[in-house]
């Protein structure tokens, strides 16, 4: 299910960025990669509501979760200075 795969890279694309905060842009780069995973779960969580193939409890939950990940990696990417290696 996509759901599935597009959660996953969310963690993935973290992982990364972290492992390339030495590089500001890139660190961002990877983060914004993340943002737009979790934006594409949060279609899919929609989509399998529409089809009933999850509750509405579900779908709101799921919802306000990925959209709480969303707010926390917009953060990262505002003060990704913070998180990057000082040269």
């Given at each position: ?14 992982a ?30 929609e ?37 990057c290696?000082?040269?």
């Amino acid at each position: 299910m996509q759901i599935r795969r597009s959660s996953r890279s969310v963690g993935a694309q973290i992982a990364e960025a972290w492992a390339k905060r030495r590089y500001e842009k890139h660190f961002v780069s990877k983060l914004t990669d993340a943002d737009g995973e979790q934006q594409e779960t949060q279609h899919w969580i929609e989509t399998a509501r529409d089809c009933d193939y999850i509750t509405e409890t579900q779908s709101k939950d799921w919802l306000e979760r990925y959209a709480s990940v969303g707010r926390m990696l917009n953060s990262m990417i505002n003060k990704a200075s913070q998180f990057c290696y000082q040269r």
